[in-house]
């Protein structure tokens, strides 16, 4: 029997998502990514998708697991890619330049970006190779899930055959996160491996709230408060970077993660509110929903198409805040008309909605 959704977990998808389109517009031409607004953003935006995974977790074969993260996750991240390597394709032969460009020098080093699913931080040169990794974007994340799942899923069935199961799941959680915020600072691991071990301590979180009643705890006025506190304590404490561990400024891990649940459960409390309006519920969830669409095609946006430059080059005169909103209001469309659009294209849909289109193929079939 399928499970009901959860309504204002998807209106928190859908807030959180809008939030990371939002992120991507502080830059130069902008404000910094340094000013606190942006940091408030980056401190939640990545931890709430791995806590609410969490939140939803339960056991199943770790087969079951592979074959729904490949379908849901690898799938759009590949496809994702391909959409990356015909923007380069285009903009090698100078075809539609005014549409499309790419950031990549050369085949080699748009392959090897794929490969390493590097989001963030500076081109990256460390690794045993010395390559030069350039930025794949927010498609890291699709990388980063898959491996978060899959880890926790195995560490998970393995603590349950101690009796003191928590206790030994609470230690294999301890030890991938230190390992992998120590590898980050070695090597930048490939298929976003780095972000994926600290991602397991933002999924754990997410498993323990299952046992607690998480909607009367995010009811509290003085919880909330002091959750907002500490989000805004860690995001003044620097730009908390998930795509890049690796370069987070202050190197102070504990106080990412306690920003990153706090700010979480702040969106938590802000969902429960939201769900009252029915417009606003109806809007979010939808976004929440498809979520992954919006991502995923917000990454095509940024990396493939001349939109935001376009905006950029007309503002250029204008103040930082007119140029903000200008980019961002840019920076929405491309994702939203394909987030709403995409269960009208069938070959995309295939990609980035499989449930969607699996279920239509066993309509037609039953006709």
């Given amino acids: 029997m399928r499970k009901k959704r959860i309504e204002w977990l998807d209106i928190a998808r859908g807030i959180t998502i809008l939030a990371v389109v939002i992120g991507h ?4 031409q902008t404000f910094s990514m340094q000013t606190l607004p942006a940091k408030i953003i980056f401190a939640f935006h990545m931890p709430l998708f791995f806590i609410v995974s969490g939140y939803l977790f339960h056991q199943q074969r770790l087969r079951i697991v592979l074959r729904k993260g490949i379908r849901s996750l690898l799938v759009p991240y590949l496809g994702t890619s391909g959409i990356f390597i015909i923007a380069f394709v285009l903009a090698k032969f ?12 050369d085949i080699r080093q748009l392959v090897v970006s794929i490969l390493y699913g590097f989001g963030g931080g500076p081109f990256g040169t460390v690794n045993p190779f010395g390559w030069n990794i350039a930025l794949i974007g927010i498609i890291w994340f ?4 898959f491996w978060t799942n899959l880890i926790f899923q195995a560490i998970y069935q393995y603590s349950k055959r101690y009796s003191n199961c928590d206790v030994v799941l609470a230690i294999f959680v301890s030890i991938i996160v230190v390992i992998g915020i120590n590898l ?18 933002f999924f754990y979180v997410g498993y323990l709230l299952q046992k607690i009643d998480l909607e009367a705890l995010i009811r509290q006025p003085m919880i909330i408060f002091v959750m907002l506190l500490l ?9 908390f970077q998930m795509s890049a561990i690796s370069y987070i400024p202050s190197g102070n891990f504990l106080t990412a993660i306690i920003g990153g649940v706090s700010g979480t459960l702040v969106i938590f409390a802000l969902s429960m509110f939201l769900k009252r309006f029915s417009r606003i519920k109806k809007t979010l969830s939808l976004l929440g929903r498809r979520s992954l669409v919006m991502m995923c095609f917000h990454a095509i946006d940024v990396g493939t198409l001349t939109i935001s430059s376009a905006v950029l080059a007309s503002t250029v005169n204008y103040p930082r805040a007119i140029v903000f909103i200008a980019l961002m209001l840019a920076r929405l469309i491309t994702p939203i008309v394909f987030t709403l659009g995409m269960p009208y294209i069938p070959g995309l849909r295939a990609i980035y909605l499989p449930r969607r289109a699996q279920k239509r193929t066993e309509t037609s079939q039953h006709k």
Avoid: C, E
């Fill in 94 to 105: 100078n075809i539609l330049p005014d549409i499309f460009f790419s950031p990549f020098h």
């Fill in 25 to 28: 517009t502080f830059q130069s």
């Fill in 142 to 145: 699709l990388l980063a899930m």
């Fill in 231 to 239: 989000w805004l304590v860690s995001a003044k404490n620097g730009l």
């Fill in 184 to 201: 980050a600072r070695l090597w930048i691991l490939p298929l976003a491996l780095d972000s994926a071990f600290l991602a397991v301590a």
